[in-house]
């Protein structure tokens, strides 16, 4: 796992993001609620569900659909798992050290760091519309489609 937190295709903040992740300390209302810090328990998201870090990266609808549509984008197919699956299978393609592990794991990388430095500067409603605006964005068709 560390190799792949210090990989160096990643900026320092996605680098700082993931490696908060992988030791289970960003900012989730349910670690916030831990360490003495009240605020609603509600996902910023979704608001129908506690935020915990599982829930937040994976299990909210909103970024589960995000997930999902990055998978057709990178053409590939699998069902969306924990926080420590996901982790390990993008460490998997880190190992590998091919072009399109690299393309996975930045992505991996940048989508954690988006999706966990939500509550920093944003409401519910903005952070649910970056979100939504930043899968908008993606093309229709997988890389490797697009490159036929």
């Known amino acids: 796992m560390e190799e792949y937190c210090t990989s160096a295709e990643y900026t320092p903040r996605h680098k700082f993001t993931l490696w908060l992740a992988t030791w289970r300390r960003l ?16 996902c910023i998201f979704c608001d129908s569900a506690v935020e915990t870090l599982d829930h937040l990266l994976f299990l909210c609808p909103v970024t589960h659909a995000l997930w999902n549509r990055l998978l057709v984008w990178l053409g590939i197919q699998r069902n969306i798992a924990s926080w420590q699956e996901e982790v390990h299978w993008a460490c998997k393609w880190a190992r590998k050290k091919t072009r399109r592990g690299a393309i996975i794991c930045c992505v991996f990388a940048m989508v954690v760091s988006i999706i966990g430095g939500k509550g920093t500067t944003c409401d ?3 952070a649910t519309s970056i979100v939504t605006g930043f899968t908008g964005r993606l093309p229709s068709t997988s890389i490797s489609e697009a490159r036929t």
Do not use: E, F, W, Y
């Open 124 to 126: 519910s409603s903005q």
């Open 27 to 42: 900012a989730t209302v349910d670690r916030l609620q831990r360490i003495g810090i009240h605020v609603p328990m509600d």
